[in-house]
């Protein structure tokens, strides 16, 4: 099994500022099949990044995801008040599929 | 609009059984590989069925054995049997439509508590 470890547990920033997440894999993941959601309180994950890169339609370009192997990033460039929630990290490239333990965007 | 409605979920003892459903709606349900997933009371999310279009099942070892994933593509609509259910299971259970087996629609879940 993939395991994927998420770095911070908790980030405390204001809004307007930038946000670097991290997700490390125990083994090499093929192919940069890693995806990143994020979730607010209530609700379901959401997608974000799938591809280790690639934005899904309509994600704003201030969400950046970059990375290989085992070692992958989400960037968010300029934090918007919308932007405070918990974001996941997944990876596909073999069976189980396995999630990151969370990373939580939280206001300063 | 496209969207995934869970329902089914509740109280259950251990050792009970449970069927959850979730309806498609808004997209060609029958093209999609359709998983569950589900998330504990501390946030962690954990995989736990796959069916791919053919009818082909995938489960983790966690749920192996005790735990069904069915479709039918006529309704529109995924099913997940649990059986022999554990305190362990207790969780919000979601349906997914996967891509690639990564999720790009998830339904808004349905919870599950294992007690006695």
């Known amino acids: 099994e993939i395991v994927l470890t998420q770095s911070p547990g908790t980030l405390s920033l204001s809004p307007g500022e930038r946000a670097t997440l991290s997700c490390r894999t125990s083994q090499s993941v093929s192919n940069d099949y890693l995806a990143w959601y994020q979730q607010k309180p209530g609700q379901a994950p959401s997608l974000l990044i799938y591809?280790?890169?690639t934005r899904l339609t309509g994600i704003p370009d201030r969400f950046r995801g970059s990375g290989s192997g085992t070692d992958f990033t989400l960037t968010i460039s300029r934090l918007e008040p919308e932007d405070f929630a918990v974001y996941y990290c997944?990876?596909?490239?073999?069976?189980?599929?396995?999630f990151g333990g969370g990373t939580k965007v939280e206001i300063k | 609009e496209v969207q995934l409605l869970e329902s089914g979920g509740g109280l259950v003892q251990p050792g009970g059984s449970l069927r959850l459903s979730c309806a498609a709606s808004?997209?060609?349900?029958?093209?999609?590989?359709m998983h569950w997933v589900r998330q504990d009371t501390g946030g962690g999310l954990e995989w736990v069925s796959a069916?791919?279009?053919?009818?082909?099942?995938y489960y983790p070892d966690s749920v192996k054995g005790r735990f069904t994933i069915s479709r039918d593509n006529a309704k529109d609509t995924l099913f997940l049997q649990m059986d022999t259910l554990r305190a362990a299971d207790t969780a919000v259970y979601y349906c997914?439509?996967?891509?690639?087996?990564?999720?790009?629609?998830w339904g808004q879940g349905t919870p599950v508590t294992v007690s006695s």
């Open positions: 808004g997209f060609n349900f029958r093209r999609y590989d």
């Open positions: 997944q990876q596909y490239s073999r069976s189980p599929l396995t």
């Open positions: 997914a439509r996967s891509q690639l087996w990564y999720y790009d629609i």
């Open positions: 069916i791919d279009t053919a009818g082909d099942t």
């Open positions: 591809g280790a890169s």
